[in-house]
């Protein structure tokens, strides 16, 4: 049978194999809030990072690069605190942001999140409070107590309203090896009362535990110790007791430290609140497990060979979580299934479990449970016995069996009945089950104490049922419902809605629970109590998209009752959505309402709401209803739909007319041939409103035939009517034109031949020629707007309707009266007539058209009489003026004097008329209407180039000009000729001038220009001072002959002359531009001319002394300066007293050296302008010259030169005097500092680096005073060179490049004591001494190693080979690693033990332990155990295990092997008994074996199986025992005949055939004591059968006579413990048998409680209920070895 345990262990995660390092696994490293998360510091190659592991996903631990000396996760959350020395951070890591942070004054030594949002902070002198409300800052809460000073703090601890608070620390006790331990020391904190207690105490926790009759939960505090004096565990109650409350009584108990733990100690707590019970572990990993209430240990066990150093609750199943130094995360918790059974059976303590199982609600204890509870029936204290099956787990005693038995408990006079006792209890533990409730409220009810059961159900006492609701239904069908709801009986509920009238609930009640009743029952039910309710609760059954019910069936319950109306209104809601589905229903819902209300089914079917329902049966049903628009849309068959559309006076037109719009094409024009054959008059008028509307899909061709089929010309022109006016067909404006001649509306038809743009105008044209209308005007409108007047004519003319051509011409279109006159001459009318027409017309008409058409003919002379009056009347339209000039050019009467005179002729017609007849006369004509071209024409068709010219200057037309000048006109020559001898001549206005020349300059004929303006200009005529023709003639001279242009300009005085010249010089005629200057004395223009395109400066000179103008000699002067004539220039400008051109002139004389003169120059500047920039280069120019006493005199006096500048200047051209002067004058002594160093002047130059402070001025005059050797005033300079670190390289290298070692090293060591010494100075003054003093690096270094660059000394000491300062800066560098490669690679220079073996701990690659161990083999071998000891704690003990067997030196480090075996290694344990084997140590093999079992059992096992010596051969057996290979054991014992060791080992094996071998061995070897001695020793295993036969086999009865006696006594024991039992269960059945079937109550008294009840006391304590005191001597009860 599998062993029973008390509690699950369960290993969650290994570190390790999510990628932690051990190392990192550990105290200061590690952090576990709670069982959320686990929070480790790691170092990456040079990369700190902080890695959480989310316990709900291990696989993916998240890895951030912090930095932290500490980082503790939220409890809840993914928040995180970190501690960087004194600074705390928060951020919350999935918001990627910080929450809050506070800079500590004191180091935190330890914090915690005590909740979800305060972390406790505890400093070396007190604790804080950090709340992350807010902006808060953290609060002191108390000052640390004394006895914790100097310990370290693992633990603070709260109770949940954090009233009471809890430090833990520990701190090593040194005594000797029997009294070394670790002392644990509290402080306890009353928040309320601000007092502190100290506590001796190794771990503690707060509790909530409620004693049972207490209201509330009392505090309690929960504290174990391992003091000199053993182990102690103590339960007590803080603070004050609640109101009400009975206090805890105090609890203490042993806490077991086994022998081998010694040395062990409690270092964690934690309280399972499910289950009132805590968990204690200990240094070793022990779990100790303790009820809460009693303090008894429950169970006690290793659970890890590591220490666990850090744990946290185990919300999940209440137990604790912890992390080992292996990485290891484990839980403990307590197994609710076997816990109870555990402890009734293993430590036999039914009182305790009874509390447990009770107090739980755990199984277990149902056996205990009942025969207390027929303990105390059977002896009459049915009080306790109702507490006992009150309180027993799982309900196993609230039975009606036990109602049963209370019953039939007759009640005592003056005292509560033992049932109402029951029943008291159970209501004021909480609720009564189903059996309970019924036959507590049968009574009540009975009584009428209705509202006791209310006040009950409100208090949720009761257990409702369907049974307890029909008994209250009886009474209170509102109460039933009540319990119905709580019992969860949706039939009754429902029934219940329905009779009280909320039917309104009865479905979302329904849907809530999932019960679907019968609905339609329920509806008939409601129906018959009240119709409108039935009517609500039928559409709610259908209000989802799923109804409940069957709507037929619903349909069916309203028709049962003949409810139309109301049904309607049920399937309009139900039926809303119309889906497919609910076919039949639209059409029943319509086929009722057909039936029984036309007028409602009408208006269901006009809103449309249905399309699903049988549309043919409702489209008969409708025409039998006389719906007949209804039928005649649902008709699909075209015999039904004829039948029923000509009655159109049952119709609404408009609908009838929209109705068609659905129809066919085909099925439209039968029912329109339907209608016009049914009723003609009466459906005409509708059907013509058909064909309108739907013309175009029916098309007009169709209708137009159906109408003309049946000689309905009327329904003809209606339709055609209606459409015509938007129709663009031919065929309907002419059957239109038609049908309205026909129906006689001659005016519709003049309207449509006027208006319409669609007809054949021929065809229509035709048609009314043959139909002889009496009224012709149509076809005058015809023929009018389509151009068949011509036609029209010869028609009315020879139809003798002479009338209507008058008609025509002077009503409808006079102005076609050339077209009517020409057809009449055509027809050979009288002119009489026709001169009478025209007259009575009155110019209504063209006359050009007019004319035109009499001009064809040849009869314009017609027209004379009629012209001249339209003359005489005054009319001045061209086109008569026209007609009358061209019959006085035929007819030869004046015509030259009517062309001239006659302003309202068109010239271009007339000319155009007489170009042959007479081309004078077309010339006078073009020039009268200025009709250029066409005269040019003709003059040059004709040579009238002589009129040509003369219009040509007149016209004073510049595009015209160009064009008769163009270069392909053959007549250009010609006509030029004319314009210079005739037409220029004869002119006198100057425009006409101006207009001609500018016409050949624009041609592009200079030589013909110079022609033209010489004939005007020079002949004196009175053109010959006019400006403009002078500048034009030397213009065009300079452009066509430049050998008269000298002419021109001296013969002529009236021109432009500055223009003139500016031509002349772009056309590089530069002496007759300077002839032009000279003679209207432009002089700067003329000398800029002698000067700039002449390029001879002595003329210029010369006409400059000639003038003796400034401005003249200033233009001279820049154009010397340019040529480099600077002394001239200068003397120039002088002259013209002008300094404007100083910048140059500077520039110039600077370049040239020019100084002396520039000096005069600029003193004459200095007069007319006192510029900055002038008297600046005044002050250099004296600096040049060195008049350093002009200079001198010059800065003293008030001026604007530019000082710094010059002075700059002076000191970049070495004239150190001068920028002396300058630099004191300004006091810039960084300058004056470096002049001074040119000047050799040291001190001064230092004095006034001094006053300057600038470093670099420092470093000029330092590395000036280093390259003269001046190193007393260089040192000076150095000084405050030194102090700014950027500067120091610089300076530095300056000194070594030229080999001033000492020198440097005395700057910088006087540098060591300035106030601004920074680490580069430390540093570089330590690199120096390596190179060139290595004796004075040591000391150095270890006076300011702090102060120094450690990486770069480290290099300098490696290149310098200094191994001892190597490793002394590598250790305070921490880089260990090297520290230590470098004192094993040098060991003579740099080896120190104890330096090493600080050292060595501390380094981060693991590899260098075991290359230390092989250093100090080959060095320091008598050492090695003293190394080995310092690396103890992060050796892999098995890799140097392996080490050392393989160079053989296992017995060398047997002192290291027995150090640390307390870490249960396995090589080390191997090695180890190895060793001892071969010392033959077998007392220390056997403490080695029992004391660490982690080695190949088996395999040491069968080597000592064959040792010498029998010692070694009984470890062998014990091994073998070990590992349950009994037989072996027993066999190896038998052979050394270790007697008492076989026996031991066979009873061990609880194995019968191993027992009974061995008593077998013992007879067969005749040794009857040791027979005897197993008989004792394997009593349980032995049958007695086969002892009985053995022994009187070999006649040894009196050995086997003990055995033999106690068997008996046995059996005995048990026949009498059955007959016992079969007695009492006889018993039972007849009292069962003799229960009376009914019995009476008294009155109940339920509402006092059982505190109240007479018998009833208000504590009592029942058995294991009193407090238990005392300790358990020895070993736990719950200890058992695994």
């Known amino acids: 049978m599998a062993q029973i345990l008390p509690i699950q262990f369960q290993e969650h995660l290994q570190l390790q194999n999510v990628g932690i390092n051990a190392a990192n696994i550990g105290f200061s490293t590690l952090t576990m809030e709670s069982d959320k998360f686990i929070c480790i510091r790691e170092k990456v190659g040079e990369t700190a990072q902080v890695v959480i592991i989310d316990l709900s996903d291990t696989t993916n631990p998240i890895r951030r690069p912090i930095s932290a000396d500490s980082a503790i996760m939220n409890p809840a959350s993914k928040v995180i605190a970190l501690k960087a020395g004194k600074t705390l951070q928060i951020f919350n890591i999935e918001m990627k942001s910080k929450v809050k942070a506070h800079n500590m004054t004191e180091e935190v030594q330890f914090w915690k999140w005590i909740s979800v949002n305060t972390v406790a902070l505890v400093t070396d002198t007190a604790c804080y409070h950090w709340s992350m409300e807010g902006d808060s800052q953290p609060q002191k809460v108390f000052e640390r107590h004394s006895s914790l000073a100097g310990c370290q703090i693992i633990h603070y601890r709260t109770d949940v309203k954090q009233q009471w608070l809890l430090l833990i620390g520990i701190s090593a006790q040194v005594g000797d090896a029997q009294t070394n331990r670790v002392v644990g020391a509290m402080q306890l904190y009353s928040v309320e009362r601000k007092v502190s207690q100290p506590i001796e105490g190794h771990a503690a926790a707060f509790a909530q535990f409620t004693i049972p009759g207490n209201a509330s939960p009392s505090t309690l505090f929960c504290f174990a110790v391992r003091g000199a004096q053993g182990g102690k565990l103590h339960v007590i109650e803080v603070g004050q007791p609640a109101q009400g409350n009975q206090p805890f009584p105090k609890k203490a108990a042993d806490v077991f430290f086994p022998p081998e733990a010694q040395n062990d100690f409690p270092v964690a707590m934690q309280v399972g609140q499910k289950y009132d019970v805590i968990y204690l572990i200990t240094k070793y990993g022990y779990i100790h497990l303790y009820d809460i209430e009693t303090a008894t240990c429950i169970y006690m066990n290793r659970i890890s060979g590591d220490t666990i150093f850090v744990t946290a609750p185990h919300d999940a199943s209440s137990g604790i979580i912890g992390v080992n130094r292996k990485g290891q995360v484990l839980s403990v918790s307590v197994e609710e299934d076997s816990i109870v059974q555990y402890i009734t059976t293993t430590l036999q ?143 009754k509920v429902i029934q219940c809605f329905a009779e009280t009238g909320q039917t309104q609930k009865i479905v979302l009640y329904a849907k809530k629970v999932g019960y679907t009743p019968d609905y339609i029952f329920l509806l008939r039910s409601i129906m018959r109590i009240n119709p409108d309710q039935g009517t609500q609760f039928a559409q709610m059954l259908v209000k989802d998209d799923e109804p409940l019910a069957d709507i037929n069936q619903i349909v069916d319950v309203f028709m049962e009752s003949n409810m139309v109306q109301q049904c309607t209104a049920f399937l309009l809601e139900a039926l809303s959505k119309n889906r497919p589905q609910e076919g039949p229903l639209q059409t029943r819902l319509l086929e009722m309402n057909l039936m029984y209300a036309p007028q409602v089914a009408d208006a269901i079917l006009g809103n449309q709401m249905f399309t699903h329902y049988d549309r043919a049966h409702i489209a008969q049903l409708c025409e039998k209803a006389g719906l007949l628009q209804r039928a005649l849309e649902h008709y699909t068959d075209l015999y039904d739909i004829k039948r029923a559309v000509v009655h159109t006076h049952l119709l609404n037109p408009e609908w009838l007319v929209n109705y068609f719009g659905s129809l066919s094409v085909e099925d439209s024009l039968e029912c329109i041939k339907a209608m016009l054959q049914s009723n003609i008059r009466q459906n005409l008028q509708v059907c013509v409103q058909i064909a309108t509307k739907y013309h175009e899909q029916l098309t007009t061709q169709a209708l137009i035939e159906i109408f003309e089929s049946f000689k309905s010309f009327e329904g003809l022109f209606y339709f055609l009517g209606s459409i015509v006016n938007f129709s663009q067909d031919a065929e309907v404006h002419f059957k239109y034109i038609q049908a309205a001649c026909k129906t006689g509306q001659i005016k519709e038809v003049e309207r449509i031949c006027r208006e319409s743009n669609c007809y054949n105008p021929e065809r229509v044209k035709n048609f009314l020629k043959e139909a002889k209308l009496t009224d012709q005007l149509p076809l005058i409108i015809v023929c009018d707007r389509f151009d068949y007047v011509h036609d029209l004519v010869l028609y009315l003319y020879r139809n003798n309707l002479q009338k209507y051509i008058e008609i025509y011409v002077q009503k409808v279109n006079p102005s076609r009266l050339p077209v009517v006159v020409g057809g009449l001459l055509d027809v050979d009318c009288g002119e009489d ?58 007819s030869n009467n004046n015509p030259e004097r009517f062309l001239r005179e006659n302003q309202y002729y068109d010239s271009k017609v007339v000319g155009k008329y007489c170009e042959k007849r007479d081309p004078h006369l077309a010339c006078v004509a073009y020039e009268r209407g200025h009709c250029d071209y066409e005269l040019i024409n003709v003059c040059n068709e004709n040579s009238l180039f002589k009129s040509e010219a003369r219009y040509l200057v007149r016209r004073r037309d510049a595009e015209l000009w160009a064009h008769v000048l163009q270069e392909d006109n053959e007549y250009r020559s010609q006509l030029i000729d004319q314009v210079v001898q005739t037409a220029l001549s004869e002119t006198q206005d100057p425009e006409d001038i101006s207009v001609t020349v500018k016409a050949f300059m624009t041609a592009d004929l200079p030589n013909e220009l110079i022609e033209l303006l010489e004939k005007i200009v020079l002949d004196n005529s009175m053109f010959s001072d006019h400006r403009n023709l002078q500048n034009l003639l030397i213009l065009t001279a300079i452009k066509a002959d430049r050998t008269r242009v000298m002419e021109y300009i001296n013969r002529l005085d009236n021109y432009d002359a500055p223009d003139i010249a500016n031509i002349a010089i772009s056309s590089e005629l530069y002496e007759e531009a300077f002839a032009i200057f000279r003679k209207f004395e432009v002089n700067t223009s003329a000398i800029q001319v002698l000067i700039d395109h002449i390029n001879n400066l002595d003329r210029a000179y010369e006409f400059a002394e000639k003038c003796n103008e400034p401005a003249v000699w200033s233009q001279l002067a820049r154009a010397q300066l340019s040529n480099g004539m600077v002394k001239e220039a200068i003397d120039s400008y002088i002259k013209a007293d002008d300094p404007s051109q100083y910048m140059e002139v500077v520039n110039v004389a600077s370049k040239s050296n020019n100084w002396e003169d520039l000096v005069k120059y600029l003193q004459m500047a200095r007069k007319k302008a006192r510029e900055t920039f002038i008297e600046t280069e005044l002050v250099f120019a004296y600096a040049m010259t060195n008049r350093l006493a002009d200079l001198e005199e010059f800065i003293s006096g008030p001026n604007h030169a530019a000082i710094t500048q010059v002075a700059d200047r002076c000191f970049d051209n070495k004239m150190y005097e001068a920028a002396k002067l300058l630099y004191n004058n300004v006091s810039n002594f960084a300058r004056l500092a470096i002049t001074l160093v040119h000047l050799g002047e040291y001190q001064g130059a230092v004095d006034s680096a001094r006053k300057a402070n600038s470093t670099k001025t420092w470093k000029e005059v330092c590395f000036a005073c280093v390259d003269n050797e001046e190193f007393r005033l260089a040192q000076m300079c150095g000084l405050h060179i030194v102090v700014h670190a950027d500067e120091l390289e610089e300076l530095i290298n300056y000194y070594q490049d030229r080999g001033y070692f000492e020198e440097l090293i005395s700057l910088l060591e006087a540098a060591l004591g300035l106030e601004r010494a920074h680490m580069g100075i430390f540093t570089e003054l330590a690199i120096l001494y390596s190179k060139y003093k290595p004796g004075k690096m040591r000391e150095h270094l270890e006076l300011f190693w702090s102060r120094v660059n450690i990486p770069k000394v480290l290099r300098a000491a490696d290149q310098a080979h200094l191994w001892a300062e190597l490793v002394f800066l590598y250790d305070k560098y921490e880089e260990f690693d090297n520290a230590i490669i470098t004192m094993m690679n040098h060991p003579t220079d740099a080896w120190k033990e104890s330096h090493f073996k600080d050292v060595v701990t501390k380094v981060a690659n693991i590899e260098l332990y075991y290359k230390a161990l092989q250093f100090y083999l080959d060095y320091k071998p008598l050492l090695l155990n003293d190394l080995l000891l310092v690396l103890t704690p992060r050796m892999d003990h098995t890799r140097a295990v392996t080490f050392f067997r393989k160079v053989g030196q296992i017995p060398l480090v047997k002192p290291y092997l027995r150090a640390v075996q307390n870490n249960n290694n396995k090589a080390i344990n191997e090695a180890l008994n190895n060793l001892l084997i071969e010392e033959e140590d077998y007392q220390g093999l056997r403490a080695s074996i029992d004391a660490f079992d982690n080695f190949d059992n088996i395999a040491l096992a069968q080597r000592l199986e064959k040792h010498e010596l029998i010692e070694f051969r009984r470890i062998g057996a014990y091994l073998y025992k070990g590992n349950n290979r009994w037989k072996q054991s027993v066999d190896l014992c038998k052979k050394d005949r270790l007697f008492k060791d076989a026996m031991l080992y066979a009873s061990e094996s609880r194995n019968i055939d191993i027992a009974e071998e061995l008593i077998a061995w013992f007879l067969e070897d005749k040794n009857y004591e040791c027979f005897a001695a197993s008989l004792f020793q394997c009593y349980d295993l032995l049958r007695p059968d086969v002892i009985l036969e053995l022994s009187w086999r070999h006649n040894i009865m009196d050995f086997a006579m003990p055995y033999m006696i106690q068997v008996m006594r046995e059996y005995t024991s048990k026949v009498d413990k059955l007959e016992q039992s079969d007695a009492v269960r006889s018993e039972e059945e007849q009292k069962a048998t003799d229960k009376p079937l009914v019995f009476s109550e008294p009155q109940l008294m339920l509402t006092a409680g059982p505190s109240s009840m007479p018998g009833i006391p208000g504590q009592m304590y029942g058995p294991g209920m009193y407090p238990v005191t005392g300790s358990y001597p020895g070993a736990m009860p719950g200890y058992m070895p695994m």
């Open 349 to 491: 303590n039914p009182d305790l479990a009874l509390r447990i199982a009770s107090r739980n609600n755990l199984p277990g204890a149902e056996e205990l449970f009942v025969r207390k509870f027929n303990t105390l029936f059977q002896g009459g204290q049915y009080s306790e016995a109702a507490k006992v099956a009150a309180g027993a787990p799982k309900g196993i005693l609230r039975t009606p069996q036990t109602i049963q038995r209370f019953q039939q408990v007759p009640a005592q006079q003056g005292q509560t009945s033992p049932l109402l006792q029951y029943f008291g209890i159970l209501l004021d533990q909480g609720q009564l089950n189903k059996y309970e409730s019924l036959e507590l409220c049968r009574p009540v009810l009975q009584q009428g104490r209705k509202q006791l059961l209310e006040k009950w159900l409100k208090e949720d006492k009761l257990e409702c049922s369907e049974e307890l609701g029909d008994l209250v239904k009886v009474v209170d069908p509102t109460l039933a419902l009540s319990v119905y709801l709580r019992a969860n009986v949706p039939s």
């Open 833 to 890: 007539a026709i001169k009478q027409l025209i007259l009575v017309i009155r110019g209504q008409f063209s006359t050009d058209e007019l004319v035109a058409e009499v001009e064809k003919r040849n009869r314009l002379k017609l027209l004379l009489p009629w012209l001249e009056m339209r003359i005489h009347e005054g009319s001045v339209e061209p086109a008569t003026h026209n007609a009358l000039a061209k019959i006085y050019i035929d």
